[in-house]
């Protein structure tokens, strides 16, 4: 007999499980298919560029800027890297292997700098430090008109600021691979003769190394997706190099093939950490529960505290406060209704998005548990690598597609004897929604993906044999399921909107601004007070999140705990 029949006892033949599984999966196949190709289409298009070089804006670019954007990429990246690894990795290990005052505290305010998005921090960085600033302004008044203070608006300000945004990545990921470490591993290095030190640096920091090379990944990656604050800094980078293209010498080709030489960067971070992260494999002994807290004493627990205070205070509170400040400021002038209107219009963003990309990442999900083929499989690897992609690299892919689909459509319309004035897709929310779909799909399918793996198949089959449609079975025992992976996600998914600057700036429709491009807008034009309402409404809206990884944080911590103690 084979596989696609079963025989029954009276003769009749049925369709097999086999085959009828077969037919799902090649659906669900066909599903992923689709989704991965909105993340490769822009991709391809950026890359077309190429087809038709731009020689003389190219050779205009290789005897002025292009050189110091390669420069000035590289020098910022390994700051960031140098940076966030430093404060990341010794702040983890502070609070989760010491005890000092204040470390519960700091345990959980140390990832509050997450919710303070980069540009944010380099605008009150500026308004408080410049040479015009309050700072400099009281020490020449103390101390003299020659008193010397560092250059703010430098290459060194711009790594200060995204390191101290950038390093929760690495505190995150580092505090969760010490806190996993069991006693056992770090015992049997005490017996062979290791001190504290030669411990952490033979034992405890090798075990941690892959989640310290993901959470360093993820800071890079952010560092070249950005835009906001190297702008504001005067800082020339590819990402501000693809809007001049644009916006200023009104050639998108150039900005395409600027784009793909920012995607080679991407790419090599990516292969860099695959690389890191393959490499770096321990076996480690997690029986005896967690290992006791050091517990630091006199000097050494004050310079903890201090230590981890200073960077808490210039990463998050004093950065909140002086946002306060000015927005207590200037309430009565910009709390009207334009500022209403750019509050709905964030909004309506975000939650659109989140609705779109939400929808995405449950087919994509679903095509995984169903269709764990090789195809599948690459499919969802394909439509996930979208949060790598930068913001202005997606911008400038969508708007050449949609530019493409536009002409092809104004011809086909044309052939008909309808004359269309203007564009049809491009400048619109579709282009928005697109490229926050393709950017934050990721972000999405990640708690969406983790709820639909813990739902056990044998609910689903048994609602399917009482007679429940498809439609039934989801409604009433998926979503119900994975109501908490669905909220999670949108709630990331709305705030990561809100706070994207660099495809929102590229691509929104004539008129319709949000938040993050008030900000631009008023911090391009050294405007810092007026700048300072729109960023506290983005800030406390990014508390939301981190207050979500906070509390998942601490329960997974309890959870890791209880396990080990009961082995």
Request: net charge positive; charged share 10%.
């Given at each position: 007999m084979s596989l696609e029949t079963i025989t029954s006892g009276h003769g009749e033949t049925q369709q097999s499980v086999p085959s009828h599984r077969y037919r799902i999966a090649r659906r669900w196949q066909l599903v992923s298919l689709p989704i991965a190709g909105l993340v490769l289409l822009p991709l391809l298009v950026i890359f077309s560029g190429w087809l038709h070089p731009e020689s003389e804006i190219w050779r205009h670019?290789?005897?002025?800027?292009?050189?110091?954007?390669?420069?000035?990429?590289?020098?910022?990246?390994?700051?960031?890297?140098?940076?966030?690894?430093?404060?990341?990795?010794?702040?983890?290990?502070?609070?989760?292997?010491?005890?000092?005052?204040?470390?519960?505290?700091?345990?959980?305010?140390?990832?509050?700098?997450?919710?303070l998005p980069a540009y944010v921090l380099a605008f009150v960085f500026l308004g408080l430090l410049d040479f015009s600033g309050p700072v400099q302004g009281?020490?020449?008044?103390?101390?003299?008109?020659?008193?010397?203070?560092?250059?703010?608006?430098?290459?060194?300000?711009?790594?200060?600021?995204?390191?101290?945004?950038?390093?929760?990545?690495?505190?995150?990921?580092?505090?969760?691979?010490?806190?996993?470490?069991?006693?056992?591993?770090?015992?049997?290095?005490?017996?062979?003769?290791?001190?504290p030190w030669?411990?952490?640096?033979?034992v405890t920091l090798p075990m941690a190394?892959?989640?310290?090379?993901?959470?360093?990944?993820?800071?890079?990656?952010?560092?070249?997706?950005d835009f906001g604050t190297v702008a504001i800094f005067n800082y020339d980078t590819f990402t501000t190099a693809i809007y001049k293209a644009w916006f200023g010498l009104f050639n998108l080709q150039a900005a395409s093939q600027l784009a793909s030489l920012l995607l080679l960067f991407v790419a090599l971070t990516l292969f860099s950490e695959r690389r890191l992260r393959g490499r770096a494999r321990y076996d480690e002994n997690t029986r005896g529960g967690r290992p006791a807290r050091i517990v630091l004493n006199g000097r050494n627990a004050?310079?903890?505290?201090?230590?981890?205070?200073?960077?808490?205070?210039?990463?998050?509170?004093?950065?909140?406060?002086?946002?306060a400040f000015w927005s207590w400021e200037i309430i009565t002038e910009d709390l009207d209704k334009r500022y209403l209107t750019l509050v709905a219009n964030t909004v309506t963003l975000g939650i659109s998005a989140a609705f779109v990309t939400i929808i995405g990442a449950m087919l994509l999900a679903f095509a995984r548990r169903y269709s764990r083929n090789t195809i599948t499989r690459s499919a969802t690897t394909i439509g996930t690598l979208g949060y790598a992609l930068p913001g202005s690299v997606l911008a400038v892919g969508i708007m050449l597609t949609f530019t493409g689909i536009d002409n092809f459509l104004q011809s086909v319309l044309r052939g008909f004897g309808v004359d269309v004035a203007g564009p049809i897709l491009t400048g619109t929310i579709a282009a928005l929604l697109l490229a926050y779909l393709v950017r934050f799909l990721a972000v999405a399918f990640g708690p969406i993906d983790s709820s639909l793996e813990r739902i056990r198949s044998s609910l689903p089959e048994a609602a399917r044999s009482l007679g429940a449609k498809p439609v039934m079975v989801l409604r009433r025992v998926y979503l119900p399921l994975l109501s908490p992976g669905i909220l999670s996600a949108m709630l990331l998914v709305t705030v990561d909107v809100m706070k994207e600057m660099p495809a929102t700036l590229l691509l929104r429709p004539f008129g319709w601004d949000t938040l993050a491009v008030r900000i631009y807008e008023m911090t391009s034009e050294g405007e810092w007070e007026r700048a300072a309402l729109p960023a506290i409404t983005l800030v406390l809206a990014g508390l939301l999140p981190v207050i979500l990884l906070v509390i998942r944080s601490s329960k997974s911590t309890t959870v890791a705990a209880s396990t080990k103690a009961t082995q």
């Open positions: 670019l290789a005897e002025t800027i292009l050189a110091d954007l390669v420069v000035n990429t590289i020098i910022l990246l390994l700051g960031v890297m140098f940076g966030v690894l430093f404060l990341g990795v010794s702040l983890a290990w502070l609070t989760s292997m010491c005890r000092f005052p204040g470390q519960r505290f700091f345990d959980w305010a140390l990832m509050l700098p997450l919710a009281q020490l020449r008044t103390w101390f003299g008109p020659s008193f010397w203070f560092p250059a703010v608006r430098s290459t060194g300000g711009v790594i200060v600021v995204m390191v101290l945004v950038l390093y929760p990545y690495v505190y995150m990921l580092a505090r969760s691979a010490f806190l996993t470490q069991g006693r056992g591993t770090l015992d049997a290095a005490r017996i062979l003769g290791l001190g030669a411990t952490f640096f033979r190394r892959p989640a310290i090379v993901a959470g360093t990944s993820l800071a890079l990656m952010e560092t070249l997706a004050w310079l903890a505290t201090l230590f981890a205070g200073l960077i808490f205070s210039f990463a998050f509170l004093f950065p909140l406060i002086q946002l």
